[in-house]
Structure formats: structure tokens, C-alpha cells
């Protein structure tokens, strides 16, 4: 073993310590009856009714569903077909074996955004930086959530990264196919489709709706009744979701139904600002891809479908990671060692991991409609996800021009 090989092994050792250690809680959970992964659980069952037959939508919870987890399957079918490997083992089992797998992704989704870096800081290594950033932003609101609910933000964030940044960037007749996948299990991938065809990929854009086209076909055959009651119904049935106004809804949707006392036609309102941000996000998109910097543009496309999705839960923001992994390599091989001049430079990552590792959102008052009644600096404390992407993109503006005078 090399002595590089030897440095490194303590830290990979302590980044296997949170997924070894979650799928001892899973066995755990399983033999004592613990309440673990609500959302893992109706994934699960979701798969049980495939298997068994059970419609998935004709009713407000699935027979499979544990006494703690009777919730509605809002899911396209064809998240059902491919949640099947769940069903193979119990509950609590399945829920550890999920979240492990997510925090190794995330894990390895950071190695590749810094290996997609360039001009990075010489510090700001692959294996070093996943490494550290694996472990440290578990801590991110968005991240434990997902984990501890059982969701599966994570694992499409992976599926994402891999084919724009590593299956297309090399040119694989696959490419596309991962974000087709992704947009089948939850619709909001979609917008992956995009970014494709904004970066010259047409190919892979159109082998990415193929994908999800045939995967809709597919589960037509196997579950008529299913597809044809999720497209026809349960798709935009608005007692599935939940109540959307919640501050966890952290999209412009969300945004406007707190401040319009849940009005019905706050789409109405979001649709065009959704269209208005969309233009300059395609320019800057495009021209980020053609200067060589892919991950940036990956994160555009991410945090505008984050804003203009009807609902975008505060543990779908997991893009946050990679965008913490940009900002590192925005900041000098060697930081200023004291004054204001260091503090200026780290403020802008710092800032980012502040808002989704202070449960912020936790802290405000929430839940039984109390948003309506929220004062004007609460609006703004609890809209503090949909405003990151928006200072993010100002502060890093400001200073490309800066730099480029």
C-alpha cells in the first residue's frame, strides 16, 4: 500500500462511519419496531403493490404501508417498478440500505464536481475534498433529511451528475438515458431535458424523453389503469401533496400561496416569473457550458427548476452540495490569513452552508397555517432556500465583472 494510500485510509474509514453506522440502526430499527424513513416506507410499499397487484392511486394509502407511514403514493408509476429491489427486504432494512447508498453518492458526486473544476484552488483536491465535504455536509438540512426520511433526492442528484458531467461528457450513446430515468421516478428531472438541448446535446436530450416516454409505455402495458389514473388524476390532485403553502415548500409556488392565503391561481403568477428567470438562465447556461465550466451550468439549471417546480420540498434542495463544492473553488490557492479581506472571501460559502445547516426553516413558525400570519422579516427568514441560488448568482456576477475590468 502506498504511503499516500496509508494518509488517506483514516479518512475514508470515518467517511464509511455514518453509512455503516445507519445500516446498524436500520437492523436495529427493524427488531425493535422503530418509526424510521416515512417516505422510504411508502416507496416501499408502493413496490408491494405493484408486485401484489394493488392499484396505487384509487385510495389514500397502500395496504403495505406501516400504522405510521399512511400516506398517499404521489409517485409516477414507474417509481413504483423501480423501487421493487425495497420490497425484497423489511421496512427499517430498506430505509438504511437507501440511505447509505445516498451518502456515498453524495460522496461521490462531489469528487466528480471537483474533478469538473477548472482553475480550482491547488488544495481543493477530488478524494481530499469528498472526503472532508462527504462527512461535513451531512450536516446540511436538506442532506439528513433526506436521509432520515427515506427520500431519494440524493440518489437522482447522482443520476443527474453522471450523465451530464461524466456519461455525456464522453460521449456514451447512453447519454440522456440516467436523466430520462430520473424524470420517470420524479417528474422535476425534466428540466434535465433542458439543459441538455441548451448545451448542444440533442442527441442525449432526445434519448432522455425517449426514456421516459417509454418507461410511461411500458408501465401502460404492465398497470393501464395505474398510469391512467396518475396522468388523468392523482398527478394533480392537491390532497396527495399535502398542504403546499407549508414553509418546507421552498419554491415560488410556495412563495406566493403564504402570501396570497393559499390562493388557486398562484401558477397563474409563478408561470411567467418562472419563464421571465428561465430566459437569462438559458443564456447564462450556454455560456457557461461553452467557457468550459460545466458544473456551474449544471447548478443554473438545478436551482431554476428548484424555484419554478410547484413544489420543491426544503430536502429536494440537496443541490446544495455541489454548490458549496463551486464556492470553494472560487476562492484563492491562499486565502488572506487574517482581516476583512479572508472574511470577504469565505463569506459567500460560508453563507450558503449558515442557511441549510441552521434548520432554519425548523425554527420558524410553521404547520396549521400559521404562515399566513407571518410578519414581514419572517417572510423573508422563511424564504431563506429560494434565496441562496438568487444572492449566489448576483454575488458571483459582480464579481466576474470585477474581475474582467
Not at 416506507?41 to 413496490?47: E, F, L, N, T
Not at 455525456?168 to 424524470?183: D, E, H, K, N
Not at 391561481?265 to 447556461?285: K, N, Q
Amino acid at each position: 500500500m502506498t504511503e499516500s494510500a496509508l494518509r488517506t485510509r483514516p479518512s475514508w474509514v470515518a467517511l464509511l462511519f455514518f453509512p455503516v453506522v445507519g445500516l446498524i440502526a436500520g437492523v436495529v430499527g427493524w427488531r425493535l419496531g422503530w418509526h424510521l424513513g416515512v417516505d422510504n416506507a411508502v416507496y416501499r410499499s408502493g413496490a408491494v403493490a405493484l408486485l401484489h397487484g394493488e392499484p396505487l392511486y384509487d385510495h389514500m394509502a397502500l395496504s403495505a404501508e406501516p400504522s405510521w407511514a399512511r400516506l398517499p403514493f404521489t409517485y409516477p408509476p414507474t417509481a413504483a417498478l423501480l423501487f421493487v429491489p425495497l420490497a425484497l427486504v423489511p421496512t427499517q432494512i430498506a430505509w438504511a440500505l437507501l440511505g447509505a447508498v445516498s451518502m456515498l453518492l453524495m460522496t461521490w458526486v462531489i469528487k466528480v464536481c471537483v474533478e469538473n473544476l477548472p482553475n480550482r484552488p491547488e488544495w481543493l483536491t477530488p478524494v481530499k475534498t469528498a472526503t472532508v465535504l462527504g462527512i461535513v455536509l451531512l450536516g446540511l438540512e436538506p442532506v439528513w433529511r433526506t436521509v432520515f426520511l427515506g427520500q431519494i433526492n440524493l440518489v437522482l442528484m447522482a443520476m443527474v451528475v453522471l450523465d451530464v458531467l461524466v456519461v455525456g461528457a464522453r460521449g456514451s450513446r447512453f447519454g440522456g438515458v440516467l436523466i430520462g430515468v430520473a424524470a420517470a421516478v420524479k417528474l422535476t428531472p425534466l428540466i434535465f431535458v433542458g439543459h441538455l438541448l441548451v448545451t448542444g446535446r440533442r442527441a442525449d436530450a432526445a434519448r432522455a424523453f425517449a426514456t421516459f416516454l417509454l418507461l410511461q409505455g411500458l408501465m401502460y402495458v404492465l398497470i393501464r389503469h395505474d398510469v391512467t389514473q396518475f396522468w388523468g388524476a392523482a398527478v394533480q390532485d392537491p390532497q396527495r401533496i399535502g398542504p403546499i403553502y407549508w414553509a418546507g415548500n421552498q419554491s415560488l409556488n410556495g412563495l406566493v400561496l403564504r402570501l396570497t392565503d393559499n390562493a388557486d391561481w398562484s401558477m397563474r403568477v409563478v408561470a411567467p416569473i418562472a419563464l421571465a428567470l428561465a430566459v437569462p438562465c438559458v443564456l447564462w447556461v450556454r455560456r457557461l457550458h461553452r467557457a468550459g465550466e460545466p458544473v456551474p451550468a449544471l447548478l443554473v439549471t438545478a436551482f431554476l427548476g428548484l424555484l419554478a417546480s410547484p413544489v420543491s420540498w426544503s430536502h429536494h434542495w440537496v443541490w446544495a452540495v455541489p454548490l458549496v463544492v463551486y464556492l470553494l473553488s472560487r476562492l484563492p490557492s491562499e486565502l488572506p490569513e487574517r482581516g476583512r479581506a479572508r472574511w470577504v472571501a469565505l463569506a459567500p460559502v460560508g453563507a450558503v452552508v449558515l442557511v441549510f445547516a441552521s434548520c432554519v426553516l425548523l425554527a420558524m413558525r410553521n404547520g396549521k397555517a400559521v404562515e399566513f400570519e407571518w410578519t414581514p422579516l419572517e417572510y423573508v427568514i422563511g424564504s431563506a432556500y429560494l434565496l441562496v441560488p438568487v444572492v449566489a448568482a448576483a454575488i458571483l456576477l459582480v464579481r466576474r465583472r470585477r474581475a474582467s475590468r
